[in-house]
């Protein structure tokens, strides 16, 4: 999402222009591993599903991520200081053992960096690796 700042100083967001969404999904695959699987989530939102990765791991390719989308622009005026990036990780099985929660546990992370200061949040369980 694009940040701006409204006329009320409150910060709203803004959908990614298309031409800077196509870019962000050609540096995510460039980024991700070739085991890993890229598609679009929904709106602007991508999933990367990464068999055999512990939890640790895919924070570290989602940090690799970010870093990919913001190391320069993804369009003209689409920088780092407007972007506003969140990531969601969970992982099989300690945070769910179907497809169904699995999705929504990584949902609820994703929800929880959006709200918080840093953009990558592991799914909350009951056990790390």
């Known amino acids: 999402m694009l940040k701006r700042t409204g006329g009320s100083g409150i910060i709203e967001k803004d959908p990614l222009p298309v031409q800077a969404l196509q870019t962000a999904a050609m540096r995510i695959g460039l980024v991700k591993r070739p085991?890993?699987?890229l598609a679009h989530f929904y709106g602007q939102d991508f999933a990367?599903?990464?068999?055999?990765?512990?939890?640790s791991q895919a924070a570290?390719?989602?940090n690799r991520v970010l870093d990919a989308l913001t190391v320069t622009p993804l369009a003209p005026g689409i920088d780092k200081a407007n972007l506003s990036i969140a990531f969601g990780v969970s992982n099989l099985p300690s945070d769910?053992?179907?497809l169904e929660t699995l999705i929504q546990s990584a949902v609820?992370?994703?929800d929880e960096a959006k709200k918080g200061t840093?953009?990558?949040v592991l799914a909350r369980t009951s056990k790390r690796d």
Request: charged share 20%; glycine share 4%.
């Open 48 to 55: 990367i599903m990464m068999p055999n990765t512990k939890a």
């Open 60 to 62: 570290f390719v989602a």
């Open 118 to 120: 840093f953009p990558i």
């Open 35 to 37: 085991l890993d699987t």
């Open 96 to 98: 769910g053992e179907d």
């Open 108 to 110: 609820d992370a994703h």
